[in-house]
């Protein structure tokens, strides 16, 4: 034996007899445990069992083999300080210069869809993390490698200076906190949701959270040409999510219609029946639905055949081949649906950039979500808007005079549910089927009014008996809105009312022969 020793545990086998060898090559004394050192003693490269420094054995179904003080005080010993060298001395504790682990596969673990909580708990590795920040701490004497992907630039300066250089093992040990950081927040996030139901005190509540995405994709660019910009996902994504979509062709996805296609995501999610949605920076150009999913897209479209164009299209039902037909003569970065029939596939798969995708909408996840916005130096969290009020009138109040008939509360419902995902100040304008004008991210609500009543009338000038209601995502904060809705034709507003001036809203409501109804709940999205 030399006074040189190297550590591999590892769960992950590639190439490890490769790194062994060169480990060997380098003048280092093999130390391994459990199935590494089985792996190795069958390959004929020599290898000692930990037990055989440590002095103890393994042990609790291997729970317990390396949390040792021979172990961590090989690693973690300073070789520069006297104090430190006499202590190993004294204790027999011999130098770990290089520790090779991966560790437990617990991600893999829970990702099978019939792990039990106790196979889970078995998967958390406690030892192999312990190694780990123990060497990366010590990174200025111990080389610390846990990805198979840097076993060749290991290798290199081995073969080349029997030693690794001091850039490399602090690149090593940055890389081991950020996996240690990541694998404990899995962790963290699975018991999470295992023991949600355990009553706590509020006052105990940890007042910190951790987030554990992945890299899903790097983007060309971000919102502009100048921007960096990479796709990461949650492990436990809903499968009604963009993260989980399949993407059957086309060019890669850009930030922006990330953003775009989620938004869509977002406001299909609002209606069962067969419901084409139209998206264009985030806002919604067009929403209808219909008695099949071709009566819905053609509705959507009618709705701003001119915005429409350059945007993205997500459908709640399959893209038959007359579907295709009519998404194929126009402009489109993206199409989403839950499949799509061949034929269908086959014409809209001509046009080489256009993005087709799929999403599980039969599989939509309604379990409460929390949304995350980045500010600088922090980070927003809020729970998403999920209400019912929008779906069952019965939980609205009539504040006017004149009630909504049935047709009207089909409207305002169908209305309120665009509204609610368009920037604020918002106002739609739409019957019971289709938006007919949207007015988004206006700084005063009487503008979204003027600008949603506007396309609006461009887009019943065609129709015969139209009805109109007006949807607003905060109240009035006076009749101005109302007044100007009576003149474009509008007869059925609902907002969360609120505000101080509500009594006028009203009265002007019941002076021009309008119905308002309150939801009492506000959708501001900013």
Known sequence: ?????????????????????????????????????????????????????????????GRVKTLHPKIHGGLLGV?????????????????IDVVVVNLYPFKETIQHPNTSLLDAIENIDIGGPSMLRSA??????????????????????????NETTLQFRQYLAKKVFQLTAYYDSLIAEYLTQQFDNIEAEKSN?????????????????????????????????????????????????SYNNIKDANAALQIIGEFPEPCAV?????NPCGVAIGSTIEQAFNH???????????????????????????????????????????????LLAKKKNIRLMTVHFSEKDNRPEMEYASVSGGLLVQNVDCSSELTNPSEWETMT?????????????????????????????????????????????????????????NATKDMKDSLLIMASDAFFPMDDTVKLAHEYGVSSIIQPAGSLK?????????????????????????
């Open 1 to 61: 034996m030399t006074d040189r020793y190297a550590l591999i545990s590892v769960s992950d086998k590639t190439d490890i007899e490769k790194v062994a060898e060169a480990l060997i090559q380098s003048g280092l004394t093999l130390l391994s445990t459990g199935g590494t050192l089985k792996a190795l003693e069958e390959a004929n490269i020599p290898v000692l069992a930990v037990e055989t420094v440590t002095e103890f054995p393994e042990m609790m179904d």
């Open 205 to 253: 509540d940890w007042p910190h959270i951790t987030l554990t995405y992945e890299h899903s994709q790097s983007l060309r660019y971000g919102e502009n040409s100048h921007q960096a910009a990479d796709f990461y996902t949650k492990l436990d994504a809903p499968e009604y999510s963009l993260a989980n979509a399949v993407q059957l062709h086309g060019k890669e996805l």
């Open 300 to 346: 959507c479209f009618e709705a701003d055949p001119i915005s429409i164009f350059g945007g993205i299209v997500v459908l709640n039902r399959p893209v038959t081949l007359a579907l295709a037909e009519k998404l194929h003569d126009i402009f489109l970065e993206i199409v989403i649906a839950p499949s799509f029939e061949e034929d269908a596939f086959q």
């Open 401 to 457: 005079e004149l009630v909504p008939t049935e047709k009207e509360k089909q409207a305002l419902s169908f209305g309120m549910r665009v509204c609610k995902h368009v920037k604020s100040n918002a106002i739609v304008i739409s019957n019971e089927y289709r938006t007919l004008g949207i007015g988004s991210g206006q700084m005063n609500r009487v503008g979204a009014a003027k600008i949603a009543l506007e396309q609006a009338k």
């Open 136 to 161: 990366a701490k010590n990174y200025q004497s111990v080389t610390v490698v846990t990805d198979p992907r840097d076993y060749p630039l290991l290798i290199e300066q081995l073969t080349n200076n």
């Open 502 to 526: 509500d009594k006028d809203s009203i009265a002007a409501c019941n002076e021009l022969g309008m119905s308002m109804v309150k939801t009492g709940i506000r959708h501001f999205k900013h």
């Open 278 to 282: 139209a998206v264009k920076h985030l």
């Open 79 to 95: 070789r520069k300080n006297e104090e430190h060298k006499k202590a190993m001395s004294d204790h027999g504790i011999v130098p």
